[in-house]
């Protein structure tokens, strides 16, 4: 059973920046598949960013030139670094994890066994 810890939400002004951590236990970070999605209110849970065993990324076209996802295997730790962020990021964060890779469906929340708790990120005008 993925444990996933996520830390490091927040509030901050348009423009500015966090950066969100999600810790893993009970399994290598270097054996999952994992990835960020975040659900604002009245929304669906959407995959924002996803990160393969061996390093490889993909994003949504929303965050794309302005996340990046990225992992230390050393700490078995997951990374989303959040710059020129607007109100429309304005959400829960949630770090997921699986051991089966979900190829072209990396976006689709029922492709992952494992989630944390959320993390909360709003962004002020």
């Known amino acids: 059973q993925v444990q996933l810890v996520e830390s490091g939400g927040g509030s901050v002004e348009a423009g500015g920046s966090l950066t969100l951590s999600c810790s893993a236990s009970?399994?290598?970070?270097?054996?999952?598949?994992m990835a960020w999605f975040r659900q604002a209110p009245g929304k669906e849970r959407e995959g924002v960013a996803l990160?393969?065993?061996?390093?490889?990324?993909k994003y949504a076209d929303s965050v794309k030139g302005r996340f990046t996802i990225s992992k230390d295997d050393a700490k078995d730790t997951l990374y989303l670094q959040m710059n020129s962020l607007n109100p429309e990021d304005t959400a829960m964060y949630y770090c997921a994890a699986t051991l089966w890779n979900p190829v072209n469906s990396w976006s689709l929340a029922d492709k992952y066994n494992y989630w944390g708790q959320g993390t909360q990120v709003t962004v002020s005008s």
């Open positions: 009970e399994y290598a970070s270097s054996t999952l598949y």
């Open positions: 990160i393969d065993r061996r390093g490889g990324t």
